[in-house]
C-alpha cells in the first residue's frame, strides 16, 4: 500500500492505463508541458509525447468533439474540462450526441471516452470556479457519472471508467485533491462503476453522499456516535446508474435516512435518491427522509463568509443528523 492524495491518484490511474492500452491519449488545456492547472498530468508529455498528450486550445466543444471522434473510431479518448464551471460548451457533444451513440445504431457504436472535470467549491474559486454539474448529466440516459471521495476510489474508478464502452463523466471535487489522502494498493486493481460503498457501518440513520461531502458525513457521523447513535454512511461513488440496493437494504435496516450533496436541492440527485426509497422502502421508514444541500442562490459567492454560508460543513451535517434521530 502507499499513502496518496486523490490528485496522485488521479494522475497514477490515467499513467497507468496509457501504459497498458495504446489507445488511451489525454486531451485539454495546459495538460502537456505545464502538466495541468492541477499538475493531474505533470510529466505525461516527457513520457507519452505529443501525440498522446494534447494541448488543445481554450474551447471546450472541439476538445469533446475531437474526443467524440476518436472514441467513435476506436481510441479511448480522456478529455479533461480545467474547471466543471466551463463544461457547458459540450454538452451538445456530450448529451446530444455521445450519450445516444450506443441506441441509435442499436449496439453498433460505442463511445468509450472520458470527460474529467475538477468541480466543486471550498477553493475561494468564486462564481466561476466553484459549481456542481452532476445533476445536469446524471439525467442524462446513456452517460455514466462518477463522483470519487478517496485516493482509493478515485484511481480505481477511473481506470475502470478509462476501460468502459460508454461515456462516463468523472467529477473530480477538487477541495479533496490535496487535502484528502489514503492508501492506495501498489498492485492492479479496480473499482467497478455502478456500485456504492459503506464507508461507516451504523445501525439508526443512513446518510447517503458522495464526493468532498463523503469526508463532513464520517466526521459527523462519529461525533454522532458519541452521543449514542449509531450512524450509516453511503457513499455513492456513481450516480449514474445509482446503487439502489446498497441504498434501499440500509434504509431497511435503519428507517431514517439523511441525504448530503453539495449541489443546490431542488431536481437535485439527493430528489432521485429520495424518490428512490419512498417508491422501495416506504414501509420502512420511522421518519421523514431529510436533505442537507447548497442553497437555492445561481453560484456560490468568492467572500469566504458567503462561501461558508453557501457550503456543507461536518457541523451542519451533525445537526441535521441529531434533529433526525428525535424523531
Keep these: 500500500m502507499t499513502v496518496q492524495t486523490v490528485i496522485e491518484a488521479v494522475r ?6 496509457m501504459r497498458r492500452d495504446q489507445s488511451v ?16 498530468t505533470d510529466g505525461f508529455v516527457g513520457e507519452f509525447g505529443e501525440d498522446r498528450v494534447i494541448d488543445t486550445p481554450l474551447a471546450e466543444s472541439s476538445i469533446a468533439g475531437i474526443a467524440l471522434g476518436a472514441a467513435m473510431n476506436g481510441m479511448r479518448p480522456i478529455a479533461e474540462i480545467e474547471f466543471a464551471d466551463f463544461i457547458w460548451p459540450t454538452v451538445n457533444q456530450i448529451v446530444g450526441e455521445a450519450a445516444r451513440a450506443r441506441y441509435g445504431t442499436l449496439g453498433q457504436m460505442c463511445v468509450p471516452m472520458v470527460l474529467r472535470a475538477p468541480q466543486g467549491g471550498g477553493v475561494r474559486g468564486g ?11 446524471a439525467h442524462t440516459p446513456g452517460l455514466k457519472v462518477v463522483t470519487p471521495s478517496t485516493p482509493y476510489d478515485a ?3 477511473l481506470k475502470s471508467a478509462i476501460r468502459d464502452d460508454d461515456p462516463v463523466v468523472f467529477l473530480e471535487y477538487k477541495r479533496t485533491y490535496r487535502l484528502v489522502r489514503g492508501e492506495v494498493p501498489d498492485e492492479e486493481y479496480t473499482v467497478p462503476l455502478g456500485v456504492a460503498d459503506v464507508k461507516l457501518p451504523g445501525d439508526d440513520i443512513t446518510v447517503i453522499t458522495y464526493g468532498l461531502m463523503v469526508h463532513h458525513c464520517i466526521e459527523a457521523a462519529r461525533i454522532i456516535g458519541n452521543e ?5 454512511v453511503i457513499d455513492l461513488r456513481t450516480i449514474r446508474p445509482l446503487d439502489n440496493d446498497v441504498i434501499l437494504a440500509s434504509v431497511e435496516k435503519t428507517g431514517k435516512v439523511l441525504i448530503v450533496h453539495e449541489d443546490t436541492k431542488l431536481l437535485g440527485v439527493g430528489g432521485e435518491v429520495s424518490a428512490i426509497i419512498a417508491e422501495h422502502a416506504f414501509d420502512y ?8 444541500a447548497g442553497p437555492e442562490i445561481p453560484a456560490m459567492p468568492f467572500s469566504p463568509t458567503l462561501e461558508a454560508a453557501f457550503l456543507i460543513d461536518t457541523e451542519k451535517v451533525s445537526a441535521a443528523i441529531r434533529n433526525l434521530a428525535r424523531y
Design 285 to 292: 421508514l420511522d421518519a421523514p427522509i431529510v436533505r442537507l
Design 228 to 232: 449514542g447513535v449509531s450512524v450509516e
Design 127 to 137: 462564481l466561476y470556479h466553484s459549481q456542481s454539474v452532476e445533476a445536469i448529466f
Design 12 to 17: 497514477d490511474g490515467m499513467q497507468e492505463e
Design 155 to 157: 484511481k480505481g474508478l
Design 25 to 40: 491519449f489525454i486531451m485539454g488545456e495546459d495538460i502537456g508541458a505545464r502538466g495541468g492547472v492541477f499538475l493531474a
